[in-house]
């Protein structure tokens, strides 16, 4: 059997790792100490409260995708978000309306569909892969940033946020300059309890501010524990948030949801999270990235639809490729 190192334990690496198991010997590799990636879950540590910071829900258009997750047994980790969603102008609630289309959530956390994917799976955690070495004999190492070696690996599937799969990439790795135009935004989010709860579940925020998301994480199926919310930034104000203090960025923060929300977040129980690579600004054509010369591989949410849709489509794409190449 063929050896395939997945670097990443997102939501595209571990389907990946979970579609190719029968096919190949897989290792993945995450720098992180759990899975879940953009698809995270912090939890307090006498777990009283786990908040969603990175993503809030996905959608799945694509039938193909639904069938995917269904064929690699996931559907009892995620279910429907019935929310009372808001759309807020001027400060205030301008309209009440459901989401148009379904909006599903990993249950019981984020990260959970990701858990569940790797379950049973050789993963290594607490692994920054800082270099890809291309053997003479044809095969590749992988090299982490505490000089750690593994080798003997006959593929490499990259799924990092695709700037910092583009920095891993040999120079001679085809599309590897297209993969480099992907324009990717930044977000900053707060998480915590507030002074008194909002009637809603979910807001949007139409105009001006800065704030472009809120949510009641209680709000979601399969949530318990101390009630927490999360507001999400634009990139501009993420950017602003993270160039200061962290106690100055986040007093600002606090301040800024509270003048267009009116939700007053209490700061001492309260963390902040910066996303530098948080979403894609442009999509790449096609669903990933290969070189079959080189047997590497990119699989990422910055190919159409992109998002978690958009990674989970890339991942099934790449794992019907890969399962045909053996
Ligand atoms: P990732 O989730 O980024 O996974 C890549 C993994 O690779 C990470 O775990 C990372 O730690 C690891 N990694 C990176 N470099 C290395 C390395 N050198 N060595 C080892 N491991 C490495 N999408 C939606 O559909 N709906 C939403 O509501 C939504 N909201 C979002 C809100 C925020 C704040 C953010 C940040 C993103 C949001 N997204 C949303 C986007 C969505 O989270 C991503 O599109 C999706 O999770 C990407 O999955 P992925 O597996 O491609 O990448």
Known sequence: MQSLAIVGAGIAGSLLARALQEKYQVHVFEKSRGPGGRMSTRRSSDSSWHVDHGAQFFTLREQSNSQFLEKLELNDVFATWNARVVYFKDCGIFEESPFREPHYVAVPAMNSLCKKALQDLKVTYNARITELKREDYGSWSLLT?????????????????????????????????????????????????????????????????????????????????????????????????????????????????????????????????FWRYARAQNSIPGDYAIDSRLQLAVASDCFPGTRVEGAIQSARSLARKLSESV
């Open 145 to 273: 940033e505490q000089g750690a070696v593994f080798d003997n690996f006959d593929w490499v599937v990259l799924t990092a946020p695709v700037l910092q799969s583009v920095e891993l990439l040999p120079e001679d790795f085809e599309n590897r300059s297209l993969l480099a135009t992907c324009k990717m935004e930044s977000c900053f989010a707060l998480c915590g309890p507030v002074e008194e709860e909002s009637s809603w579940d979910a807001a949007y925020f139409h105009d001006s501010s800065k704030i472009r998301w809120m949510a009641r994480n209680s709000s979601k199926p399969g949530r318990e524990g101390e009630s927490f919310y999360v507001a999400h930034t634009d990139s501009d104000f993420a950017q602003k948030l993270q160039a200061l203090e962290k106690t100055e960025g986040l007093k600002l923060f606090h301040k800024e949801v509270k003048r267009v929300s009116g939700l007053d977040f209490r700061l001492e129980n309260s963390f902040g999270h």
